[in-house]
């Protein structure tokens, strides 16, 4: 495990990245912020009543020397960023409604991020997936070309190292979704040293069942090859065939993939969460993510459950997201 943060470490370091934490009145939050500081990794940004961290951090004696503090009710450039939300909301909201919504920590922050004020935001310690993600489709948006944002884990045992998705955004993605997740997940892996094999996974394998689950299988795959001609992918696959090569040379033996995948895609949200829980719990590998992809600039959202290092780890990813 930390041999994948110290790859992911040295990606970021001297790149001067900015990323900002909208909770600043979490001490795991203040644990990793300051941290990240002392090191010079990147540089924090914190969100918040000035007083109130500072009080909370001497609190649990913390050291914010090294961490910029942002408070939204004295940002000298509040009104500039009001007339930006409003022109990016396009309508959707008064010049009212933006100076009461960028009071929000997570609009402000997001807000940052679209400004070039920062480089990634990092939120959900204290929120839900919601209140990290909304403001983040709603100003930052996906990319060109990408209609949905997707979820991916990192599932990491030793040296070995692969990429599940989505583990958790999209419930029920159609195959154009499918094949927009195969795509963004393939782009992550190379982000963690993994060169992407990617097996899109059903319970059939090459038509070994026919339905309609297993044709958006289908009909995902022919749209990410079109979509992107050098992605080594194929399927659809069972897992055992696409993870197995005695079971690939049986079932699938004129596969591009020969049971050495190593990127996942799940043909739904229920079946990604319990395969990499199962992996996660049975397996022993460690699943580092959420990690949201498909943005025009990284947000990543934390579990509410995180420790100050799963912070701090999360904000390396999210730095290194920046520097692609």
Do not use: W
């Amino acid at each position: 495990m930390s041999n994948l943060f110290d790859e992911v470490r040295s990606q970021v370091s001297g790149k001067n990245k900015s990323i900002v934490f909208p909770e600043g009145l979490d001490e795991r939050i203040l644990e990793a912020a300051s941290k990240l500081g002392k090191e010079g990794v990147l540089n924090p940004i914190i969100v918040g009543s000035m007083e109130a961290v500072q009080q909370k951090a001497d609190e649990i004696n913390v050291d914010l020397s090294g961490v910029t503090l942002l408070d939204p009710t004295s940002y000298e450039k509040f009104d500039e960023m009001v007339q930006q939300f409003v022109e990016r909301r396009n309508g959707k909201a008064t010049e009212e409604d933006a100076r009461q919504l960028l009071l929000d920590e997570n609009y402000f922050g997001t807000m940052l991020v679209y400004m070039n004020e920062a480089d990634g935001l990092v939120s959900g310690a204290a929120h839900s997936t919601a209140d990290t993600v909304r403001p983040a489709l709603q100003i930052i948006k996906t990319k060109e070309g990408v209609k949905r944002t997707s979820g991916v884990f990192i599932m990491v045992r030793d040296d070995e190292k692969y990429v599940f998705a989505d583990c958790a955004i999209n419930i029920a993605p159609d195959h154009e979704t499918l094949a927009e997740i195969a795509i963004e997940s393939a782009a992550t892996a190379k982000l963690f040293g993994v060169d992407p094999k990617v097996a899109m996974l059903s319970f059939s394998t090459k038509g070994s069942a026919k339905s309609a689950e297993t044709e958006k299988v289908v009909d995902a795959l022919q749209i990410a090859k079109e979509k992107d001609t050098s992605l080594v992918i194929d399927g659809e696959f069972q897992f055992d065939a696409a993870f197995v090569p005695s079971v690939a040379a049986k079932k699938a033996p004129d596969a591009v993939i020969q049971g050495d995948a190593n990127v996942f895609i799940f043909p739904s949200l229920e079946a990604g969460n319990i395969g990499y829980k199962i992996a996660q719990r049975l397996g022993g590998f460690e699943a580092v993510g959420p990690i949201l992809q498909g943005l025009n600039k990284p947000v990543n959202d934390l579990s509410r459950g995180c420790s100050a290092e799963d912070v701090y780890n999360l904000a390396l990813i999210t730095a290194a997201q920046a520097v692609k």
